[in-house]
């Protein structure tokens, strides 16, 4: 057994997230080690999107531990007692944690590059014409060198979300949390953007992948995690749990997304 | 490009034929009765507008005007940020203690609020820094610290706020959540996503609704000349006390205030295109010269049709 399998870099134990009387998640248990691809899916309102967002605390947890290279996110020990810890050491965890939204969320009124040096500037406090310098081989990685100066409005979706992705990336994440990432493309646009992410999971990014995108879960996922009414219902290698899912619910769903 | 095509055409446009030489001879003849009336009235008497109309003590009162106006407003946008930030916080004291602000300077008459400034004197005599109920260690006498200028701008700035406030909340709650989630995300604190993220944006909805409060601001500053103090229309009103040309003079006052708020406008297009970067396809909206010259060159070009 490798010794990273032993200290995954993230792991999630016992995780609920209830919303007033609405329980969203109920007890989600998982590891993902250094390298690894997750690809999550599962129909809507399974909790997929919610539990990415625990992991940044977008969402604050109701219940459960969730620890990052072996340190607890979000929460501390004081005088014995479960704390939240404070906004300023909050940031800094998140800032190791890279997120890609599915609606893009790039900011308007700054330029590509401008989005894309905001935070290693004012949080990292790197030089702008480091920034610069690095945010330009960011852009030359997702095929956008041309495109640094224009504003994110006059880009198409597919730009965008590899703009996204460059930003999340010019912050040095250890882990890249995408939410369906290509749910709000046009379909000819779809594919420059899983193949930025196939290329990522190639030089060892570890990623977790909300997604519908199957046959990216199966070439690129390491691993596939099926959720269903906020539980995990089935989990393993993409050829297990797509090709001979040993539970009724996620054959199910499956049958619907080939149908669909 | 001629036309601005994100500006949505008026059904008035679809009207054809006659009924468009109808409405234009009506605006004509309307138009040219009204410069009739104007030059001929015996009561606006021009020589004694053009007489006043760059006189010192009017020059003056413009000048304290557009002192009160952009004073009174600095302080307003400084309070109305302040109270948006206090109505959107999660601590409930908080959150109605703004209310509380917003409900009070709304509820009650600008005017009374001016004069309450100004009489400030008859309730506190003494102001001073120290603990409450203890011992003082600096004081100053309310009577010389607050000047009619200053009460003025009391008055004015703290009415300004409760309006304001309500003006960038707006533009706050305009920004998508998406926004701040992608901001903080990245690890930028809640400041730093206000500030960088979320504010910039906020502007394109505030902007608009500033300029209106402004423009409100440079007429509403002549309220205070309740308490004497010389702005543009205490001026005017000072003069005609003496020569009774009360017309000429209310008529020299509005030139000005037509001129400030021709100023205002002009300055409020070209902050709204400064925070409207990003917002279109387009670059930029085009500058006022360049807006300009689509119609003229139309006009132009009008004569050229009718005469081939």
Same mark, same amino acid.
């Given at each position: 057994?490798?010794?990273?399998?032993?200290?995954?870099?993230?792991?999630?134990?016992?995780?609920?997230?209830?919303?007033?009387?609405?329980?969203?998640?109920?007890?989600?248990?998982?590891?993902?080690?250094?390298?690894?691809?997750?690809?999550?899916?599962?129909?809507?309102?399974?909790?997929?999107?919610?539990? !990415?967002?625990?992991?940044?605390? /977008?969402?604050?947890?109701?219940?459960?531990?969730?620890? &990052? *290279?072996?340190?607890? +996110? #979000?929460?501390?020990?004081?005088?014995?007692?479960?704390?939240?810890?404070?906004?300023?050491?909050?940031?800094?965890?998140?800032?190791?944690?890279?997120?890609?939204?599915?609606?893009?969320?790039?900011?308007?009124?700054?330029?590509?590059?401008?989005?894309?040096?905001?935070?290693?500037?004012?949080?990292?406090?790197?030089?702008?014409?480091?920034?610069?310098?690095?945010?330009?081989?960011?852009?030359?990685?997702?095929?956008?060198?041309?495109?640094?100066?224009?504003?994110?409005?006059?880009?198409?979706?597919?730009?965008?979300?590899?703009?996204?992705?460059?930003?999340? !990336?010019?912050?040095?994440?250890? /882990?890249?949390?995408?939410?369906?990432?290509?749910?709000? &493309? *046009?379909?000819?646009? +779809? #594919?420059?953007?899983?193949?930025?992410?196939?290329?990522?999971?190639?030089?060892?990014?570890?990623?977790?992948?909300?997604?519908?995108?199957?046959?990216?879960?199966?070439?690129?996922?390491?691993?596939?995690?099926?959720?269903?009414?906020?539980?995990?219902?089935?989990?393993?290698?993409?050829?297990?749990?797509?090709?001979?899912?040993?539970?009724?619910?996620?054959?199910?769903?499956?049958?619907?997304?080939?149908?669909? | 490009?001629?036309?601005?095509?994100?500006?949505?055409?008026?059904?008035?446009?679809?009207?054809?034929?006659?009924?468009?030489?109808?409405?234009?001879?009506?605006?004509?003849?309307?138009?040219?009765?009204?410069?009739?009336?104007?030059?001929?009235?015996?009561?606006?008497?021009?020589?004694?507008?053009?007489?006043?109309?760059?006189?010192?003590?009017?020059?003056?009162?413009?000048?304290?005007?557009?002192?009160?106006?952009?004073?009174?407003?600095?302080?307003?946008?400084?309070?109305?940020?302040?109270?948006?930030?206090?109505?959107?916080?999660?601590?409930?004291?908080?959150?109605?203690?703004?209310?509380?602000?917003?409900?009070?300077?709304?509820?009650?008459?600008?005017?009374?609020?001016?004069?309450?400034?100004?009489?400030?004197?008859?309730?506190?005599?003494?102001?001073?820094?120290?603990?409450?109920?203890?011992?003082?260690?600096?004081?100053?006498?309310?009577?010389?610290?607050?000047?009619?200028?200053?009460?003025?701008?009391?008055?004015?700035?703290?009415?300004?706020?409760?309006?304001?406030?309500?003006?960038?909340?707006?533009?706050?709650?305009?920004?998508?959540?998406?926004?701040?989630?992608?901001?903080?995300?990245?690890?930028?604190?809640?400041?730093?996503?206000?500030?960088?993220?979320?504010?910039?944006?906020?502007?394109?909805?505030?902007?608009?609704?500033?300029?209106?409060?402004?423009?409100?601001?440079?007429?509403?500053?002549?309220?205070?000349?309740?308490?004497?103090?010389?702005?543009?229309?205490?001026?005017?009103?000072?003069?005609?006390?003496?020569?009774?040309?009360?017309?000429?003079?209310?008529?020299?006052?509005?030139?000005?205030?037509?001129?400030?708020?021709?100023?205002?406008?002009?300055?409020?297009?070209?902050?709204?295109?400064?925070?409207?970067?990003?917002?279109?396809?387009?670059?930029?909206?085009?500058?006022?010269?360049?807006?300009?010259?689509?119609?003229?060159?139309?006009?132009?070009?009008?004569?050229?049709?009718?005469?081939?």
């Amino acid at each position: 057994m490798p010794l990273d399998s032993v200290n995954p870099l993230l792991e999630i134990r016992d995780l609920s997230k209830h919303f007033g009387h609405n329980e969203v998640l109920k007890g989600i248990s998982a590891t993902v080690q250094a390298g690894e691809v997750v690809c999550i899916i599962g129909p809507s309102g399974s909790g997929k999107s919610t539990l !990415l967002r625990c992991i940044n605390f /977008l969402e604050r947890p109701t219940g459960g531990e969730i620890y &990052l *290279d072996g340190v607890r +996110v #979000g929460m501390k020990q004081h005088k014995g007692q479960h704390v939240a810890i404070t906004p300023r050491e909050l940031a800094r965890q998140r800032s190791a944690i890279g997120m890609v939204f599915q609606t893009f969320n790039l900011f308007p009124h700054m330029t590509v590059l401008q989005n894309i040096i905001e935070a290693p500037v004012r949080v990292r406090g790197h030089s702008a014409q480091a920034a610069k310098a690095s945010a330009r081989d960011l852009l030359a990685k997702v095929n956008l060198s041309e495109k640094a100066d224009a504003y994110p409005r006059q880009l198409s979706g597919g730009q965008q979300q590899r703009v996204a992705i460059a930003r999340a !990336l010019a912050m040095g994440p250890r /882990l890249l949390l995408f939410d369906e990432p290509t749910s709000a &493309l *046009d379909p000819e646009t +779809v #594919g420059e953007v899983l193949e930025v992410m196939r290329q990522l999971a190639r030089e060892g990014l570890t990623m977790i992948v909300v997604t519908h995108e199957m046959g990216f879960a199966r070439d690129v996922g390491d691993r596939v995690i099926f959720m269903d009414g906020g539980y995990i219902v089935e989990e393993g290698s993409p050829t297990l749990v797509l090709e001979t899912p040993t539970h009724q619910r996620t054959r199910q769903f499956l049958a619907r997304m080939i149908a669909g | 490009m001629t036309e601005r095509d994100d500006v949505p055409h008026s059904w008035l446009d679809q009207v054809q034929g006659p009924g468009r030489w109808v409405a234009r001879i009506i605006i004509a003849v309307l138009a040219a009765m009204l410069v009739h009336l104007l030059l001929t009235s015996k009561t606006i008497q021009w020589p004694v507008v053009w007489q006043y109309f760059s006189s010192k003590l009017i020059i003056e009162g413009a000048e304290r005007t557009v002192e009160l106006t952009v004073l009174a407003m600095a302080i307003g946008i400084t309070i109305g940020i302040t109270l948006a930030l206090m109505r959107l916080s999660r601590s409930l004291l908080i959150r109605e203690a703004a209310g509380l602000y917003i409900w009070f300077f709304r509820g009650t008459p600008l005017l009374v609020q001016v004069v309450f400034w100004f009489n400030l004197s008859s309730f506190i005599q003494v102001i001073g820094i120290g603990i409450p109920f203890g011992p003082t260690f600096v004081s100053a006498n309310v009577n010389n610290l607050v000047t009619p200028f200053v009460a003025a701008l009391l008055g004015l700035g703290l009415n300004e706020g409760a309006y304001m406030s309500e003006v960038v909340r707006a533009g706050i709650l305009s920004v998508d959540t998406g926004q701040a989630e992608a901001s903080l995300a990245l690890g930028m604190s809640e400041s730093l996503t206000m500030r960088r993220v979320v504010f910039p944006q906020a502007m394109r909805v505030i902007i608009p609704p500033t300029g209106n409060q402004a423009i409100g601001m440079l007429k509403s500053s002549s309220l205070v000349s309740v308490t004497a103090l010389p702005e543009l229309l205490y001026s005017a009103q000072s003069i005609y006390a003496r020569t009774f040309q009360t017309i000429p003079l209310l008529i020299v006052a509005s030139l000005w205030y037509l001129i400030l708020t021709t100023v205002l406008t002009i300055g409020q297009y070209y902050i709204e295109r400064y925070f409207g970067r990003g917002s279109s396809k387009q670059r930029l909206p085009p500058t006022l010269i360049e807006g300009l010259q689509a119609p003229l060159r139309r006009l132009m070009s009008f004569g050229d049709r009718h005469a081939t």
